[in-house]
């Protein structure tokens, strides 16, 4: 797959197909933090993107879209975040979500930002390991207590240096 092939902005004809790759109401919260409920509801990709923030991709293997992400763009704190990633089951545990993040990370990087920043729920190993796997860190104890704040989940918060890329 080539990377220039590999990811493609999100299409709603792709909402039914992803909003079916959580398999459980535990990974629906590990996926979307505060998004309550499974099986998901696609209109819910609707109310996402409806914030000019969220740039949604989908990667895809061939025309079958196998993974899920977005870039979410600050620029007034002058910086990305990527969320809600998500790989389709059947390709999970073949390196697929770290080739996402890779991916999202050069669209991101194509804003300009020094940084990027991911927050996962902390019971999500599978995410911790794909990132740190991608290159970010976790940041400070302090960064993170202030970042938390007002959020619905006490987050991991991890860091990639954009402007290394």
Known sequence: MSRSEALRGFRESDAREVAGW???????HRWAGSLTGWPVDASVFGLWHADPEVKPYVMCEGETPVGYGEVRVDEDEREVELARIIVRPTNRGRGMG????????????????????VRVVPDNDAALACYQGAGFTAISKPEREEFNRGQPVDYIWMHYPLMSR
């Open 98 to 117: 770290k080739l996402l993040v890779r991916l999202l990370l050069d669209r991101a990087s194509l804003y300009g930002h020094p940084d990027a920043l």
């Open 22 to 28: 959580p398999t459980s109401g535990e990974e629906v």
